[in-house]
Structures are given as structure tokens and as C-alpha cells.
């Protein structure tokens, strides 16, 4: 079946503007992640979605990010007034988060690089 | 403290050769899982291996397996037969199993080390 998709695959942008960041996860998988990749470091967590509502928001560096997933399924990750440090890969992941089974594997798709001017 | 640790920045190996990518962790939680992903220049992380914290046998996928020894808090991937398709940045991560009551789920976020980028030579 269709593996996780993100839009766009690149976003090119100014200092100060606003941006989305789009997520299709898996069919049926109702765990949803935001992570964010810089250059030569590993993904760093950012927000984690159960449903529709965030469980777990604790990574997103601050009030400029905000992220939404209103009907449970896609999900669009929002930076206002993005900075030259918001440059870098942002990838999503879903999984089941069906409880009991594990190992609950995420799924990643391919990211959107970011690139502030 | 870093809670995933690679050591090696980057590793070469000959085709066909077996090769091993070091991985220590950190953590205080009785039950959590470790994973190993594959990411190649396109970018997508590719899962490769899992293992639990309480599971009794090495993670074995194919030509992937994990070299797990809890006492020592280390998770090393060893890839047999190497390919060329095989070179890409390699990343250990650890999802620690805390629960969170409130959401009736769990929040499995992943702890990524830095990676090691391992190149396969003809």
C-alpha cells in the first residue's frame, strides 16, 4: 500500500513568512509524528499526534510552530515568522499505537527540506 | 547525557564483507526498544531491525541483525554480505515506553543517535 507522503518535497522561503507543512500518513494508522532533521544530526522529536488531538508536544521549539490534525489523518505542520535556524528536513511518521503490539514501528516518509533566506 | 551514542561519524567496508555499526544507549525505563533505520542520500528513513528490551534472542532480518547485550547497554548493527546499495547514513534510535495515562495511548517518540555513514566499496 502507500507509504507515508509529504508536501511539499522542497519549500524555499523568506525570513518572516509563513509556512505548511503537509502530512499523509499510512491508511489506518492513528499515531502521527513530527520530527526535524538538521544537517548531519540525527531527527529530533517534535510533536506527536494520538487521533486527532496532540498527546505530546513537548519538541516543538516554541510558540512560532504549531501543528494540527483535524480529522485524524493528514496533518499540516505551521511555522509563523520563520528564522534562517528553521532551516532543515522536517519528516513525518505514522504507526499503528495499537497497544499491545509491538514493536508499534514508525513509518517515515521522504520529508520536506526547508530552506529559510 | 546523550541518550543514543554512535561513535563511528563514518565506516567503510569491501563488498561482500560483513560490517558492524556500534550503538550504546541510555535509559532508566525498564521496557523500550531499539531500532535501526536506513537513510540513503534520497532522504527517507527505511526501518530496518527492531529489538525489545525484554526480548531473549538477537533481532535477526535478513542480512541485518542486532548484536544486543542489555548489561553492556549496547544494540550494534551487523550487516552481512555488504552491497554498494548499502551505503547510506545508518541511525540507532531508542523509544523509551513511558505511558501516557491521560491520552489512553502511548507516546512511542523515537531518540535518534547522530548516525554513522557507512560507504560500500567495490
Known amino acids: 500500500g502507500a507509504g507515508v507522503s509529504q508536501t511539499p518535497s522542497n519549500k524555499v522561503t523568506e525570513k518572516g513568512k509563513y509556512v505548511e507543512l503537509r502530512c499523509d500518513p499510512i491508511s489506518g494508522h492513528t499515531a502521527l509524528y513530527w520530527y526535524r532533521q538538521s544537517l548531519g544530526q540525527g531527527p529530533e522529536f517534535l510533536i506527536y499526534?494520538?487521533?486527532?488531538?496532540?498527546?505530546?508536544d513537548s519538541g516543538l521549539p516554541n510558540d512560532r510552530f504549531f501543528a494540527v490534525r483535524p480529522e485524524g489523518s493528514v496533518s499540516t505542520l505551521k511555522i509563523q515568522r520563520t528564522e534562517r535556524g528553521d532551516s532543515a528536513v522536517y519528516l513525518c511518521?505514522?504507526?499503528?499505537?495499537?497497544?499491545?503490539?509491538?514493536?508499534?514501528?514508525?513509518?517515515f516518509g521522504p520529508g520536506t527540506r526547508l530552506t529559510v533566506l | 547525557a546523550q541518550k543514543i551514542t554512535q561513535t563511528q561519524p563514518g565506516m567503510f567496508v569491501q563488498e561482500k564483507e560483513a560490517v558492524t555499526l556500534d550503538c550504546t544507549y541510555d535509559t532508566s525505563d525498564p521496557s523500550y526498544g531499539l531500532f535501526w533505520y536506513k537513510q540513503p542520500s534520497s532522504g527517507e528513513m527505511i526501518f530496518l531491525i527492531y529489538q525489545g528490551s525484554y526480548d531473549q534472542q538477537n533481532a535477526t532480518e535478513g542480512r541485518y541483525s542486532l548484536n544486543f547485550q542489555k548489561a553492556r547497554k549496547s544494540a550494534n548493527l551487523v550487516i552481512s554480505a555488504s552491497q554498494l546499495g548499502d551505503s547510506a547514513m545508518y541511525f540507532c534510535?531508542?523509544?523509551?515506553?513511558?505511558?501516557?495515562?491521560?491520552?489512553?495511548?502511548?507516546?512511542?517518540?523515537?531518540?535518534f543517535g547522530k548516525g554513522t555513514l557507512l560507504t560500500v566499496n567495490p
Open positions: 511518521a505514522s504507526s499503528l499505537d495499537y497497544r499491545g503490539i509491538f514493536p508499534d514501528t514508525q513509518y
Open positions: 534510535a531508542m523509544r523509551e515506553d513511558n505511558i501516557l495515562v491521560n491520552s489512553g495511548g502511548s507516546n512511542y517518540k523515537l531518540t
Open positions: 499526534f494520538q487521533g486527532t488531538g496532540a498527546a505530546d
